[in-house]
C-alpha cells in the first residue's frame, strides 16, 4: 500500500524566512503533484511534477522530485503571510489512477 | 475555462437519512474521482470512474454508491447517514492521455450530519 509522508505537519514562520517542506512516499512512482488548500476551500494546484529531477518555481516556491530517494521538497522563498494554507503532497501511482495524498503541512507566515 | 461543477455546495442532512451529491466534470475529461476529507484530515480516495464504468475503489462504505452516466456527470449517492460522514466531499476529472496529466479538483459539497 502507497504511504505518502509530510513533514513538518505544522509549520510556523515569520515573513521573509526561507523554508522547506518535505515529502516521502513508499513505492515507485514518477507523478507527483502539489496542492494549496485555504480552510474550508477545494485544491488549488500547484505543481505536477512528472519525472526524476524535475524542478518547477512559481513565485516565491519551489517544488522538486527525486524519484529514486522517493521524495519531493516545497521550498517557500522569503514568506509573506498569503501563503499562510495548508500544503498538500500527493502521488499517483500510475497516469489516472487515485491520488494518494500525505497529511498535509499547515503553514503560517506570521507578519 | 470550464471547471469540475459539484451540487450542492452545503448539504445539511440527519442521520439515517440519504444523500445525494453530483460532480460535473470537465468536457472531454474521461475519468471522475470522488474523494472524502474530514476535518483536519488529508482526502481520501473513495471510487473512480474511466469512461462510466468503475475503474477503482477505495475506502468507500458499503452504505455509499456512485455511478457516471452518459453525459459523463457522476453522483455519489449515500445512504444511512452517520454522524461521522460529515466531511468535505471532492469530485475531480482528468484525462487519461499520457501526454496530458493532472488532476482539476471541485469546490466540493460540506456534507454536515446532525
Known amino acids: 500500500e502507497l504511504k505518502v509522508e509530510q513533514n513538518p505537519l505544522f509549520l510556523s514562520m515569520q515573513e521573509g524566512k526561507n523554508y522547506t517542506i518535505y515529502c516521502n512516499y513508499s513505492?515507485?512512482?514518477?507523478?507527483l503533484y502539489w496542492y494549496r488548500q485555504d480552510p474550508g476551500k477545494s485544491l488549488e494546484s500547484l505543481f505536477v511534477?512528472?519525472?526524476?529531477?524535475a524542478v518547477k518555481q512559481e513565485g516565491r516556491l519551489m517544488a522538486s522530485l527525486d524519484t529514486k530517494a522517493r521524495l519531493s521538497t516545497l521550498h517557500i522563498t522569503a514568506a509573506v503571510h498569503d501563503l499562510s494554507a495548508t500544503y498538500f503532497c500527493a502521488v499517483e501511482e500510475t497516469s489516472g489512477s487515485r491520488l494518494t495524498f500525505g497529511e498535509g503541512t499547515q503553514l503560517t507566515v506570521n507578519p | 475555462a470550464a471547471g469540475v461543477i459539484q451540487s450542492p455546495r452545503h448539504l445539511i442532512k440527519e442521520k439515517r437519512e440519504t444523500a445525494t451529491l453530483k460532480c460535473y466534470p470537465i468536457?472531454?475529461?474521461?475519468?471522475v474521482y470522488w474523494y472524502q476529507q474530514g476535518p483536519g484530515q488529508d482526502p481520501q480516495f473513495l471510487i473512480s470512474f474511466y469512461e462510466k464504468m468503475q475503474s477503482d475503489k477505495g475506502s468507500i462504505p458499503d452504505r455509499f454508491s456512485a455511478q457516471q452516466f452518459s453525459d459523463y456527470h457522476s453522483e455519489l449517492n449515500m445512504s444511512s447517514l452517520e454522524l461521522g460522514d460529515s466531511a468535505l466531499y471532492f469530485c475531480?476529472?482528468?484525462?487519461?492521455?499520457?501526454?496530458?496529466?493532472?488532476?482539476?479538483f471541485g469546490s466540493g459539497t460540506r456534507l454536515t450530519v446532525v
Open positions: 513505492t515507485t512512482s514518477d507523478r
Open positions: 511534477l512528472l519525472s526524476n529531477g
Open positions: 468536457p472531454r475529461h474521461d475519468t
Open positions: 475531480a476529472s482528468s484525462f487519461r492521455d499520457s501526454y496530458n496529466y493532472g488532476y482539476t
